[in-house]
């Protein structure tokens, strides 16, 4: 593969790897995010908890009993669905990570390639340039001796 081949590659890679990097950190927050949303709906429920118990010895009737009970029902609830939005942010995110781990070694094998034909082209280039000053020593070598 010519050297323009694999720097076009090269490119190309790291662009996806780029992308992939971008996917990878937007899957953290996303998961970081439902974390704090847990955690704050958590909050709110103790703090909701100690409201009506304050207000429980204070003395309230069935009927509002009642729609605390289904408020606090309602924060259940929605502590139940961030849970498995947790879930399913935390599958993003390895499923995200795998992904570019895998072409993070595409870039670094392409990497690897392109080194080594830098290596071999720079080999050769010595090789041609050994070989000139070869002719020139061996072409002053006959001048003198004839």
Known sequence: MAKNQLELLLRFEKEKEQQKAQELQKAEQAYQ???????????????????VQQRSLEGI?????????????????????????????KALALQCKQQWLAQH????AVELLLSKQQAKLALIA?????????????????????
């Open 33 to 51: 995010d439902n974390l704090l949303r847990l955690s704050s709906v958590g909050d709110f429920r103790l703090e909701y908890m100690k409201r």
């Open 61 to 89: 009737d069935s009927a509002t009993y009642g729609h605390y009970h289904a408020f606090i029902n309602k924060l259940d609830n929605a502590s139940a669905q961030i849970e498995i939005a947790i879930k399913q942010a």
């Open 105 to 108: 070694q595409k870039v670094q």
């Open 126 to 146: 010595a090789k041609k340039e050994q070989k000139m000053f070869d002719e020139i020593a061996t072409q002053q070598f006959v001048r003198r001796h004839s």
